[in-house]
T-cell receptor
Framework: DARVTQTPRHKVTEMGQEVTMRCQPI?????VFWYRQTMMQGLELLAY????????DSGMPKDRFSAEMPDATLATLKIQPSEPRDSAVYFC??????????????FGSGTQLSVL | GENVEQHPSTLSVQEGDSAVIKCTYS??????FPWYKQELGKGPQLIID?????GEKKDQRIAVTLNKTAKHFSLHITETQPEDSAVYFC?????????????FGTGTRLLVSP
């Protein structure tokens, strides 16, 4: 059963530390999205990639967040330095685009981040 | 840009009753409307979706209706069961531009009591 895999599932860190979250999209999918979920803001789009190229990261604080896709099987979201306000659940989602009808997005189980 | 509003924020029903969740969107060019179910500790899971060229779609106990004129769409769950308890999110996506940038509603927490 194909699924999006995210690691770690939980991360507790201290303010100022670097945090790296990883995502393995579904094999064959060519788009990857990073979402952040909080009680106050709901699901916010941070960044997305198509064919490993970043197409939109306007939702991401540029000074501390960075997103990359080193290869087709790995996407990373990095926060450096982390702050308590970054505490949230971070979801990765993947999909297949290229023609109308390929809109379905599939989410991973998320990384719950707590910055103390 | 697109803005999606979702109501109610919480919904409590008795097992066997029907549940309806409603969403409105702002961009008349939006053409794809998925619904996601999120259980505790898990990521959102796609349960049903509808495109703008269709007015209604049904899959067993769940159905989605779309009114393009009024720019609203609804999720209907019939014969609810305790395992339907979760948070449900609607979403809307603008006219196809080669990527699936979805704007989500704020979620509805559904509680089905036995």
């Amino acid at each position: 059963d194909a699924r999006v895999t995210q690691t770690p599932r939980h991360k507790v860190t201290e303010m100022g530390q670097e945090v790296t979250m990883r995502c393995q999209p579904i094999l064959g999918h060519n788009t990857v999205f990073w979402y952040r979920q909080t009680m106050m803001q709901g699901l916010e789009l941070l960044a997305y990639f198509r064919n490993r190229a970043p197409l939109d990261d306007s939702g991401m604080p540029k000074d501390r967040f960075s997103a990359e896709m080193p290869d087709a099987t790995l996407a990373t979201l990095k926060i450096q330095p982390s702050e308590p306000r970054d505490s949230a659940v971070y979801f990765c989602a993947s999909g297949q685009t290229g023609q109308p009808g390929d809109e379905k997005l599939f989410f991973g189980s998320g990384t719950q981040l707590s910055v103390l | 840009g697109e803005n999606v509003e979702q109501h109610p924020s919480t919904l409590s029903v008795q097992e066997g009753d029907s549940a309806v969740i409603k969403c409105t969107y702002s961009d008349s060019a939006s053409n794809y409307f998925p619904w996601y179910k999120q259980e505790l500790g898990k990521g959102p899971q796609l349960i049903i979706d509808i495109r703008s060229n269709v007015g209604e779609k049904k899959d067993q106990r769940i159905a989605v209706t779309l009114n393009k004129t009024a720019k609203h769409f609804s999720l209907h769950i019939t014969e609810t069961q305790p395992e339907d308890s979760a948070v449900y999110f609607c979403a809307a996506r603008g006219r196809y531009t080669g990527f699936q940038k979805l704007v989500f509603g704020t979620g509805t927490r559904l509680l089905v009591s036995p």
